[in-house]
């Protein structure tokens, strides 16, 4: 566990770009998963699992601005650029870790994974 998160400790900074050329039509891609991210009011909380630098939670958040968000990833560096780019929202929260064995505490609307 400890060779994976230092592989993407130390691709955090590329990773938002590395996406969109791995990725074919990464926003078609993207935008399926936030399609069927459905909830039945408009301040959902969600839960992002493996959530790397906050992709797919800037792209939920696009469909439920007022929603509030944990993000857990095992890569702090990722989550680390997750903060920069949520630095003007209050009702996010970060958790490094394996998810696998994260205590999540609380109640979820809505969990998703790019992944």
Known sequence: MEQIKKAFDEMASRYDAQRRWIIPEMEDYYS?????????????????????????????????????????????????IAKERFANRKDMRYITGDYSSVDFAGHYDLICSAL
């Open 32 to 80: 399926a998963a936030v399609w069927g991210a459905e909830c039945t009011h408009s301040h959902p909380a969600i839960l992002d699992i493996g959530a790397g630098t906050g992709l797919l939670s800037a792209l939920i958040l696009g469909k439920y601005p007022d929603a509030s968000l944990t993000l857990v990833d095992l890569s702090e560096q990722m989550l680390g």
